[in-house]
T-cell receptor, first 113, second 109 residues
């Protein structure tokens, strides 16, 4: 049972490059989330998906897009990376939206130079 | 006011002592409350959840919730070096899960 799997674990991008962070869960959860974690800022919600086919903006959505490809997969895309997007990104999933335990992936450490 | 606040700085506790962490939240409609532990370089993992006012105990951990005061706390009894980590308070409601900045706990042998 893998839980929540994120790829890649590490990535270095040049300013202006694009990339997609992949996330998949095998727990049959309805809800999935993307957070970023910066020193002193805690976990901030970028986008979330309450169920397959729906996505909504979180606290810090600017510069990002998401796709809920199916119930298992939720991807995060940076169209034109900026140094301010240097962060650790976590994908998470839960059975309910906001009221049940969230399980986290191992994180993606992204550096934009 | 930030949605979930954890204002205390790093907490150093001697091994065997009690560590006490506090968290306040702004949304009175919040329904679910979680404490996550995060080791350096790792992802957060759930250690406690609480939905009703009062205390909930699980091993060496006790979560306390006071909805009237919009306050949730975590006590770690008999602190061990393996408890050294950052503890994140999370509050659920209105279809979202919001996190505080976290409190670092260092247990000194």
């Amino acid at each position: 049972n893998a839980g929540v799997t994120q790829t890649p674990k590490f990535q270095v991008l040049k300013t202006g490059q694009s990339m997609t962070l992949q996330c998949a869960q095998d727990m049959n959860h309805n809800s999935m989330y993307w957070y970023r974690q910066d020193p002193g800022m805690g976990l901030r919600l970028i986008y979330y998906s309450a169920s397959e086919g729906t996505t909504d903006k979180g606290e810090v959505p600017n510069g990002y897009n998401v796709s809920r490809l199916n119930k298992r997969e939720f991807s995060l895309r940076l169209e034109s990376a900026a140094p301010s997007q240097t962060s650790v990104y976590f994908c998470a999933s839960s059975s309910g939206l906001g009221n049940t335990e969230a399980f986290f992936g191992q994180g993606t450490r992204l550096t934009v130079v | 006011q930030k949605e979930v606040e954890q204002n205390s700085g790093p907490l150093s506790v001697p091994e065997g002592a009690i560590a006490s962490l506090n968290c306040t939240y702004s949304d009175r409609g919040s329904q679910s409350f979680f404490w996550y532990r995060q080791y350096s370089g790792k992802s957060p993992e759930l250690i406690m959840f609480i939905y009703s006012n009062g205390d909930k105990e699980d091993g060496r951990f006790t979560a306390q919730l006071n909805k009237a005061s919009q306050y949730v706390s975590l006590l770690i009894r008999d602190s061990q070096p393996s408890d050294s980590a950052t503890y994140l308070c999370a509050v659920g409601g209105n279809n979202r899960l919001a996190f505080g900045k976290g409190n670092q706990v260092v247990v000194i042998p």
